[in-house]
């Protein structure tokens, strides 16, 4: 439940987890590897809204601003997530009907 309120405070409220990536990004990036699908589909959207990849909030400089602060092994397995996995997931959401609202995988 918590990674559906890291999604929707990111996507309705940016202004509240923007000054919190340093913790969030972090946690949701080990939710990822999770087995459990609903958790790792819910923590990919979570990951989305808060490094501002959506069709509602598309600013790649987030994502970048982000990395440059990492190492750079750190920076790079972002980036690569990002690439292979979160512009997808945005693009599939922006193709969907509904947008970005509720299809089952935030209910983690």
């Keep these: 439940m918590s990674v559906l309120g890291i999604k929707t ?7 509240f987890v923007a000054a919190h990536l340093s913790i969030l990004v972090p946690t949701l990036m080990l939710l990822v590897r999770e087995r459990v699908i609903p958790i790792k589909l819910a923590a990919e959207r979570s990951l989305l809204h808060l490094l501002c990849l959506s069709s509602q909030r ?26 292979r996995v979160l ?13 970005d609202e509720d299809d089952g995988a935030d209910d983690a």
Excluded: C
């Design 9 to 15: 405070l990111a996507k309705k409220h940016y202004e």
């Design 58 to 83: 598309n600013d790649p400089s987030v994502l970048t601003k982000y990395a440059s602060g990492l190492d750079n092994a750190a920076a790079r397995n972002l980036s690569d997530y990002a690439k």
């Design 87 to 99: 512009t997808k997931l945005a693009d599939k959401a922006s193709d969907d009907e509904g947008g």
